[in-house]
């Protein structure tokens, strides 16, 4: 089934309303409209026709005013209003209590909407499982509570949006958002604003790819990926001011975060991070941290605002296995100007790859104690050391590092200044537990090759990227990763049914804050939720 609703009208008729359709919470959920189109019969009366919006509202906890069940539905020129709550997992991971929902491989179109949701767990657009597609544009979105995201994706779900206008106030409510099964999100011009804490402007549990848009948020991270997940900024400005903090895992602020929560909401793999031209304004703490995951982040051309000398931070905190659970990074620079220090911690990895005309200015490890770290500095890329700086192997040619009146010690071996070095990419840390070498300082000789060998190239570990956020620790409720466990029976809007659904742990547990609807089990120290 197919519905388009066209809303035209003389100036004149604007007073006269009728109800078009209700919902399944018919009690609750009123749809007032004016359908059809008035030909004017002079120029004169033409003039005065204008757009008239019909109004959807439900406030039943746990109801929606828009539900699009496995059917092709369209609807333009519309304004959604949604109040009522939900506290439970229902409302994270399967849509119930959004304000638009749509599921069972349906196709949901909206253009010219506004969108406002009042209770808390209500999502303006939920978009969930495989085969179900929301496509929106040129609209308008508020949420006003807790865990009430802009847009939000679970179960494999795709949302393609264009073109909108998003401003979340609440806590774990990113304005675009995932959850568990993650899925597809492309997002194609307007401004996207998250306020609460642990609200990052993005909270990726999925594959979100976002252009020539702005994003800002003002209290979490501007960016958080966690686990086998991605997020691709192309030609977007981000602000971020990660000013608050959700929980006591991790003392660090920053602009972009990658991590694994170990809370079954992200399979574990490789996050991943891309962003190529616009801008990163960072207003508080470093730029980049990676904990607890492999990543790979790959910048470039653009025009980053520091708010510190900590550009990028590879250690462990709270999440994961203690002694191993640092980040194994492979980090790519092209046409980039880059300023700040970069540290990794002794149960940590990093494989720098500083490409087409990169100019770094900056220390690596300064003190000295750090895991594994190779530096590949291409022909037309330079390296200006900023404090002493210690790494386990270097490829470069001989006019490509500045020392700058520092020292830099690779594999425990002050490098000669004009001098040309070829080393090898380091392999991932693996705990001593596993009965494998762990990555070493370089002061230890173990770390890495000696200057001299062939160049191995760049790793890849063939995994994609993806990402969502922290559990707090907590174990998994199903287990499964990503796999998010089917949704329970119940009525066909996915409504509480007073326990939690199949498969899950059944304590409410609380997403990381920000963790992408689930009552956050607080974020990360500092990471954003949802």
């Known amino acids: 089934m197919k519905r388009k609703i066209l809303l035209v009208m003389a100036a004149s008729m604007l007073a006269a309303n009728v109800v078009a359709c209700g919902s399944n919470k018919t009690a609750e959920t009123t749809a007032t409209t004016t359908e059809g189109v008035i030909e004017a019969e002079t120029p004169a009366v033409k003039e005065s026709t204008e757009v008239v919006k019909e109004t959807y509202e439900n406030s039943e906890d746990g109801g929606h005013a828009i539900h699009a069940d496995g059917e092709d539905a369209e609807y333009e020129n519309i304004e959604v209003k949604k109040t009522g709550d939900s506290n439970s997992e229902e409302a994270d991971f399967y849509g119930e209590n959004a304000a638009v929902f749509a599921e069972n491989g349906a196709t949901l179109t909206i253009k010219n909407a506004e969108i406002t949701t009042d209770g808390s767990h209500a999502?303006?657009?939920?978009?969930?499982?495989?085969?179900?597609?929301?496509?929106?544009?040129?609209?308008?979105?508020?949420?006003?509570?807790?865990?009430?995201?802009?847009?939000?994706?679970?179960?494999?779900?795709?949302?393609?949006?264009?073109?909108?206008?998003?401003?979340?106030?609440?806590?774990?409510?990113?304005?675009?958002?995932?959850?568990?099964?993650?899925?597809?999100?492309?997002?194609?011009?307007?401004?996207?604003?998250?306020?609460?804490?642990?609200?990052p402007a993005i909270y990726s549990t999925a594959d979100i790819t976002v252009k020539d848009a702005e994003l800002v948020s003002n209290s979490a991270q501007g960016i958080v990926v966690e686990g086998k997940n991605s997020v691709t900024l192309d030609n977007v400005s981000l602000t971020a001011n990660n000013i608050s903090k959700n929980s006591d895992k991790s003392s660090v602020y920053q602009a972009v975060m990658l991590y694994q929560s170990m809370s079954g909401d992200a399979d574990e793999g490789t996050a991943s991070f891309r962003m190529k031209g616009g801008s990163l304004v960072n207003k508080n703490g470093g730029m980049f941290y990676v904990n607890n995951?492999?990543?790979?982040?790959?910048?470039?051309?653009?025009?980053?605002?520091?708010?510190?000398?900590?550009?990028?931070?590879?250690?462990?905190?709270?999440?994961?296995?203690?002694?191993?659970?640092?980040?194994?990074?492979?980090?790519?620079?092209?046409?980039?100007?880059?300023?700040?220090?970069?540290?990794?911690?002794?149960?940590?990895?990093?494989?720098?790859?500083?490409?087409?005309?990169?100019?770094?200015?900056g220390a690596i490890n300064t003190d000295g104690e750090a895991g594994a770290v190779y530096v590949e500095v291409s022909d037309d890329s330079t390296w200006t050391l900023t404090a002493d700086s210690y790494i386990t192997s270097l490829s470069c040619d001989e006019d490509a590092i500045d020392l700058n009146g520092f020292k830099l010690y690779v594999n425990g071996e002050a490098y000669t200044e004009g001098t040309e070095s070829k080393g090898s990419a380091v392999e991932a840390y693996k705990s001593e537990a596993s009965g494998d070498n762990k990555g070493q300082r370089p002061e230890d000789g173990k770390g890495g090759p000696q200057q001299g060998e062939a160049p191995s190239g760049k790793p890849g570990d063939g995994q994609g990227a993806d990402g969502q956020a922290p559990a707090d620790g907590q174990t998994p409720p199903n287990g499964d990763g990503q796999q998010p466990p089917e949704k329970p029976e119940g009525d066909a809007q996915g409504n509480a049914q007073g326990g939690a659904p199949m498969g899950m742990s059944g304590d409410g547990m609380m997403p990381p804050q920000g963790g992408n609807g689930q009552q956050p089990p607080e974020m990360p120290s500092n990471a954003a939720g949802n």
């Open 123 to 199: 999502n303006a657009v939920f978009s969930y499982g495989e085969g179900t597609t929301v496509n929106i544009s040129d609209s308008k979105i508020r949420t006003n509570a807790n865990n009430s995201g802009g847009l939000m994706t679970t179960g494999g779900g795709t949302m393609n949006a264009e073109n909108l206008d998003i401003v979340t106030q609440g806590g774990s409510s990113a304005a675009i958002r995932s959850d568990r099964g993650g899925g597809t999100v492309n997002v194609s011009g307007g401004y996207y604003e998250a306020n609460g804490k642990g609200s």
């Open 293 to 361: 995951t492999k990543a790979e982040i790959d910048i470039e051309d653009v025009d980053f605002t520091y708010a510190s000398d900590d550009f990028l931070r590879i250690e462990a905190a709270g999440w994961g296995t203690e002694g191993a659970n640092g980040g194994q990074v492979t980090f790519t620079a092209a046409k980039q100007k880059i300023e700040g220090n970069t540290i990794v911690d002794s149960i940590s990895t990093l494989n720098m790859y500083l490409n087409d005309g990169t100019v770094y200015s």
